[in-house]
Each structure stands twice: as structure tokens, then as C-alpha cells.
């Protein structure tokens, strides 16, 4: 893949839109506390959002590889951080509802674990400072 590019300008206070080399953007702001009107997605958010996105899709990709009938995947994360600066992330909790029909628990069960050791990017570097955990659940 190589180089990764983005950019992020300030709107107004301190929300900001960042703009990925891809042409997408995303709206970010802070809570009222810090100086922001809360009218976008904290950067920390971000960051739980990019894992759940990194890893459903490696998740998806390998379950359709193996030929089972997904028709949705939804990740829901919970990221606990530190008390003090920099707030790093200490511990996530990453839960997986697959939704298909007769889609094995042992098929998701691998695909997550190839997802966590192997294929995501984003977990591979969460993982420097937090324990990732994760868990799913099949609905047909």
C-alpha cells in the first residue's frame, strides 16, 4: 500500500474536517469542556471506529472466502483509557454480531482470531497499548 495520506483543517473553535488522500471527509470536534460545540466525532472515537472498520472487513472477507452466507457484520467497541496524559487507550472490548445463515462459530471464531494476529493494521498498533478482547455472536 505505501504512503497513506490526509489532512486535517480547522472549521471554526476547534472542530475540524479531515480529508483522507482517498477523498473522504469526516467532521471532528471536541466536547464543550475542551473548547468545542460537539458537533462531530472525537478524534479518539476515531480511532475505535478505524478498528472496527479494519477488522469487520477482514472479517468479512474471510468468512466470504470460506463461502459462508454472511449478510451483515456489525462491530461494537468500548475503549477504556487512561486516567492521566496521554490517554492512551488501555483496554478494548471489540464484540462481532455476524448475521447469515448457517454460518459456523468456529468460521467467525477463526476469521477474528486471522484478523487480530495477522491481518489488522489497526489492531496491530491499538494493541502496543491496550488488550484488545473480543467476542461475537451468529444471528441467522
Known amino acids: 500500500m505505501g504512503k497513506v495520506?490526509?489532512?486535517?483543517?480547522?472549521?471554526?473553535?476547534?472542530?475540524?474536517?479531515?480529508e483522507s488522500g482517498s477523498g473522504h471527509a469526516v467532521v471532528m470536534d471536541g466536547s464543550p469542556e475542551v473548547g468545542g460545540r460537539n458537533l462531530g466525532v472525537r478524534p479518539m472515537e476515531l480511532f475505535l471506529i478505524g478498528l472496527g472498520?479494519?477488522?469487520?472487513i477482514d472479517?468479512?472477507?474471510?468468512?466470504?472466502?470460506?463461502?459462508?452466507?454472511?449478510?451483515?457484520?456489525?462491530?461494537?467497541i468500548q475503549g477504556t483509557r487512561a486516567e492521566s496524559d496521554p490517554k492512551v487507550f488501555l483496554e478494548i472490548q471489540m464484540h462481532f454480531i455476524v448475521t447469515g445463515k448457517d454460518v459456523p462459530a468456529k468460521a467467525v471464531e477463526r476469521?477474528?482470531?486471522?484478523?487480530?494476529?495477522?491481518?489488522?493494521?489497526?489492531?496491530?498498533?491499538?494493541?502496543?497499548?491496550?488488550?484488545?478482547?473480543?467476542?461475537?455472536?451468529?444471528v441467522e
Not at 495520506?5 to 479531515?18: D, F
Not at 472498520?53 to 469487520?56: E, F, I, L, M
Not at 472479517?59 to 461494537?76: F, M, P, Q, Y
Not at 476469521?111 to 494476529?117: G, N, P, R
Open 5 to 18: 495520506t490526509a489532512r486535517v483543517k480547522l472549521v471554526e473553535g476547534i472542530q475540524m474536517v479531515g
Open 59 to 76: 472479517v468479512l472477507t474471510i468468512l466470504r472466502k470460506g463461502r459462508h452466507n454472511v449478510s451483515d457484520c456489525e462491530a461494537r
Open 53 to 56: 472498520g479494519c477488522a469487520s
Open 111 to 138: 476469521a477474528i482470531q486471522l484478523s487480530e494476529e495477522k491481518y489488522c493494521s489497526a489492531a496491530a498498533m491499538l494493541a502496543k497499548t491496550a488488550t484488545i478482547h473480543t467476542s461475537f455472536e451468529i
